[in-house]
């Protein structure tokens, strides 16, 4: 005889939403969507988050002034991101380079 209580079903899909894969993807969605009003326009406007892996953001910024402007703020903009606990959570970020937008 199976002596195991009853659970409730939002229990059951609370706890295989948090151990599986998709909150990550969806933490990461929600990252790349918020950026602009996470960072400002200005930063927005010369930045885009390509991925997260592990804990690294890897963030495309399109020319190599920016790069080393970003770079300096690297501090600033992690602590933006970490005080949502719904985004990843990123310790370091990676800037990659990227083409300027709008050109081919």
């Known amino acids: 005889m199976n002596s195991r209580k009853p659970v409730l079903l939002s229990h059951v899909i ?3 939403f948090e151990s599986s894969d998709m909150r990550t993807g969806l933490s990461k969605g929600r ?3 918020e950026w602009k ?3 400002g326009p200005r930063i927005s406007a010369v930045s885009t988050p390509i991925d997260v892996r592990g804990k ?3 963030l495309e910024v ?3 002034v920016w790069r ?3 770079s300096l703020m690297q501090e600033k903009i992690l602590n933006v991101i970490n005080e949502h606990p719904e985004l990843p959570e ?3 970020i990676r800037f990659i380079g990227g083409r300027i937008k709008g050109v081919k």
């Open 62 to 64: 399109m020319d190599p």
């Open 90 to 92: 990123v310790k370091k």
């Open 56 to 58: 690294t953001l890897l």
């Open 68 to 70: 080393t402007e970003l």
């Open 14 to 16: 609370k706890s295989w």
């Open 37 to 39: 009003s996470l960072v």
């Open 31 to 33: 990252l790349f969507q």
